[in-house]
């Protein structure tokens, strides 16, 4: 299998039209060509210390907080999913024990592991980077569940005295960091993954 | 994606020259993978086929039959659904005689104040305004497509419809409600109203319309009417 840049050529990130080495502007999609993404690693490295930086609070801080009849009591994620176990509802506390647990901390391990490999060229199979890569891709819209959950459960239950939820200063930090580590994913150039390697 | 019909795999140099041939006889012939850099023949194959990268299995080309006007009917239909969705309520919630309804953009604007404003900010942008734009900038692009005639932004309209995609979570919202239904079941009666069941459709034509777009067609639909 040869490769666009085997021959010096440059393959459009955006359209995968290909042009010939020095190529300024995509001629099918207008699109700014590069050879690899400028600042690829600065620009994910940037972003994944940001999204850390929110995830902490984001698990120290109540992301929910709900008022029974003037009672106020406030949540952090793994109490909230604690609240959905002891309920029963198993399901529920699995799904957002996955969704808002450990998929953003693996997520973010996940993108450190991948960018470290490439910086350092650690003997990581590219099959599995790729792997890695496209779970990444996929699952970090995801994440974003118990942010709506939080502002449904605010925006819908008004319940005059007797029932009211208050989002947590968690919600939003929680929110930023999946911003931000959705930024980190998609500025890494999935072309570095390959770079290297010869034919399997 | 076959690979080249003239090269004895075992020869590298052949393929390296019939590379070179190909790409010089035809630039738009050859396509890199935008995921991985590998090259491949583009190949007009049979609506409902699809093309994988060889090396990464990244959609290269997907072409449906009637592109256009699918997406075009799905696009409308989508962004019909949203503003039928907006105007109606969404759930309702009654406990001891006290009863609670409220829609979609109720809530956003229940929450528009103080720091929950950034909240609000998240749920109307990925959740409404992305996915609207993103139908608004398709119909753009394929409604001039449709006529024969060269949207003069199309490029930079499909490239920005195309960037907003990771971006529009109304299927995750959806699992949202799921979980905030749940989460409400023991402290108040829930009734689902018609923005609910709207919804749920839009999700479903939202996902036939990403399914009906193919990139490298529209690519290369917008290249050839711009030369
Ligand atoms: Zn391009
Ligand atoms: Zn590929």
């Known amino acids: 299998m040869m490769r666009a840049s085997d021959f010096g050529w440059i393959g459009c990130h955006n359209c995968g039209a290909v042009h010939s080495k020095g190529g300024q502007t995509c001629r099918t999609c207008g699109s700014a060509l590069h050879h690899r993404l400028p600042n690829s690693m600065q620009k994910l490295w940037a972003w994944l210390l940001t999204g850390i930086f929110f995830l902490i609070p984001a698990n120290l801080y109540p992301l929910l907080s709900n008022e029974i009849f003037g009672h106020e009591e406030g949540h952090t994620i793994l109490e909230g999913i604690l609240l959905f176990a002891q309920s029963g509802d198993y399901l529920v506390a699995g799904v957002i024990f996955l969704a808002s647990f450990v998929i953003p901390f693996f997520k973010v391990a996940v993108i450190a592991t991948l960018a470290l490999s490439i910086q350092h060229g650690w003997q990581l199979s590219p099959r599995l980077r790729h792997v890695l890569y496209e779970f990444v891709e996929f699952i970090g819209r995801w994440s974003m569940i118990d942010v709506f959950v939080v502002a449904l459960l605010t925006g819908l239950v008004h319940l005059g005295a007797i029932l009211a939820f208050l989002p947590g200063a968690g919600a939003i930090c929680f929110a930023l960091s999946v911003i931000c580590t959705m930024l980190s994913a998609q500025a890494l150039d999935a072309k570095l993954i390959w770079d290297g390697v010869t034919n399997e | ?227």
């Open chain 2, 1 to 227: 994606m076959t690979s080249l019909p003239d090269v004895t795999p075992t020869s590298d140099d052949l393929e390296r020259r019939a590379w070179a041939r190909l790409f010089e006889a035809d630039p738009d012939g050859v396509i890199a993978c935008p995921s991985c850099d590998t090259l491949h023949v583009a190949e007009t194959i049979a609506p409902g086929q699809v093309a994988r990268c060889k090396r990464c299995h990244f959609t290269l080309i997907a072409p449906r039959r009637d592109t256009l006007n699918r997406t075009l009917a799905l696009a409308l239909t989508s962004a019909m659904l949203m503003v039928a969705m907006l105007s109606f309520p969404f759930l309702t919630l009654t406990r001891q005689g006290l009863s609670n309804e409220v829609s979609i953009l109720g809530m956003i604007g229940g929450l528009a104040h103080g720091w929950y404003m950034l909240l609000a900010i998240v749920v109307a942008m990925f959740v409404v305004g992305v996915p609207m734009l993103r139908a608004a900038a398709l119909i753009y692009v394929v409604w001039g497509l449709r006529q024969k005639r060269p949207p003069r932004a199309a490029r930079e309209v499909f490239r920005l419809a195309e960037a907003m995609a990771p971006w529009a979570m109304t299927e995750v919202f959806l699992i949202g409600t799921g979980v905030a239904l749940v989460k409400v079941a023991g402290l108040a009666r829930v009734g689902f109203e018609e923005a609910f069941w709207i919804f749920c459709v839009m999700v479903l034509v939202l996902a036939l319309k990403n399914a009906s777009v193919c990139r490298w067609t529209i690519w290369t639909m917008i290249r050839e009417r711009q030369e």
